[in-house]
């Protein structure tokens, strides 16, 4: 969704294939061994498709799954609706927050929102937004039933432009938040914060949110990789990132990354739990591309994307980071991953191989538009999208070629 003007064509030259070798080789993990269990079935033999259950919502922007078997749909003025399989969307939003929310940019909003691990216990959910006046980027929570009592944990100034915000959040594994935020917005890095470990802008940041610490409503986890680094932001987790406005957590508290590009390519990054504190690229890189070269530097280690698409002179925008399947409706698709580009709508399917990097394919599209891919208590997939206001349940297909019809992974 974000504004990004194009670059020249020279820039294109050195633009490596859709699928980039992993920097680092798979280890034995939950992701490991659904590719191991479907290795069998090449990605190009699955299918998407969608079926619109809901309509009518305001810019749906996040979605997130409950307990109960509802989801809470995030609108982007500050509104949460609520959808259940057997009732549909319910007419009145069981939050409100727009009075606390700047919306004066087309990407600036509610943007993120998830339920505490003991959300059936406490009610407590969490979220991000742009604050009023000036479009702070905010993580905060509240019980969902009473928003008087919202708390702010964490702001970082965003004031200048209006894009480039992040704003998921998501618990992982190890209970604690992740929370991504964008690099300042415009174009080109204007305040050089992809590299910078002094400023949260750009990065996925990783907090404890059971304890606090000192004036502080959260602590920062002992693991976090930068808490002795002079002068560096201990909340950082990841940096080198320009608008990751989605990721996702899968079951072996790895996070999926889609970070949206300048105006060369897309891009979508897999981060083990063991690589915190590893550099994505930006500005440096726009996925595998140089972009910067001011902004390299000798010796520093920069962790390549898994899977990139060009962005110049085609129908793709903007990448819409989505989810690992772990659903049982489809067992050919476990441990495979599903993005969507908000402009050209394709399915991108990736999935980590057995002995090593990744294979990716093309299996169809979904509705116009996706701007958030969700679960529900089940493990099935949906889909938001923007301006039409719908909400999709999406099914994942197995589709055996024809007799004699040759299949292939790029």
Avoid at 46 to 56: F, I, K, N, P, R
Wanted: charged fraction near 20%.
């Amino acid at each position: 969704m974000s504004r990004r003007r194009r670059r020249t064509a020279a820039l294109m030259a050195g633009l490596l294939a859709l699928v980039s070798p992993a920097l680092v080789s798979a280890s034995p993990s939950a992701s490991a061994a659904d590719a191991s269990r479907t290795r069998s079935v090449p990605l190009t033999e699955l299918t998407v498709v969608s079926e619109q259950v809901a309509y009518g919502l305001q810019r749906p922007i996040a979605i997130t799954g409950l307990p109960d078997g509802r989801m809470l749909i995030a609108e982007k003025d500050g509104t949460v609706r609520a959808y259940h399989p057997d009732t549909g969307l319910a007419a009145e939003p069981v939050l409100d927050l727009s009075a606390r929310i700047e919306t004066n940019d087309n990407e600036r909003g509610l943007l993120g929102i998830t339920p505490a691990p003991n959300f059936a216990r406490t009610g407590m959910l969490y979220v991000s937004y742009t604050s009023r006046p000036a479009g702070a980027l905010t993580l905060a929570r509240l019980p969902i039933g009473n928003p008087d009592r919202l708390q702010v944990l964490l702001t970082q100034e965003h004031a200048e432009y209006g894009n480039h915000n992040g704003g998921q959040v998501a618990f992982g594994r190890d209970g604690y938040l992740y929370w991504s935020t964008g690099d300042g917005g415009h174009a080109n890095d204007p305040f050089k914060a992809g590299q910078d470990l002094s400023t949260l802008l750009g990065k996925i940041v990783r907090i404890d949110v059971n304890r606090a610490c000192g004036a502080k409503p959260y602590c920062v986890p002992a693991g976090n990789p930068f808490i002795r680094k002079p002068g560096a932001r201990p909340e950082i987790w990841l940096y080198g990132l320009r608008n990751p406005w989605k990721f996702s957590v899968d079951i072996d508290n790895s996070l999926w990354i889609g970070d949206v590009g300048q105006g060369l390519v897309e891009e979508v990054n897999h981060i083990r739990p063991w690589q915190g504190g590893a550099n994505l690229g930006w500005s440096c890189k726009e996925g595998t591309p140089v972009f910067d070269p001011e902004q390299c530097r000798a010796g520093v280690r920069y962790v390549d994307p898994v899977f990139e698409y060009e962005h110049y002179m085609t129908e793709g925008c903007s990448v819409t980071g989505g989810v690992v399947y772990r659903g049982s409706r489809t067992p050919a698709a476990r441990g495979t991953y599903f993005a969507s580009d908000y402009c050209s709508t394709v399915a991108f399917a990736v999935r980590p191989k057995p002995g090593g990097g990744y294979e990716s394919a093309t299996i169809g599209n979904f509705p116009i538009q996706p701007t958030a891919f969700g679960t529900d208590v089940h493990g099935e997939l949906y889909v938001l999208s923007d301006l039409p206001g719908w909400l999709s349940r999406v099914r994942i297909e197995h589709v055996p070629p024809a007799s004699g019809e040759v299949t292939g992974n790029r």
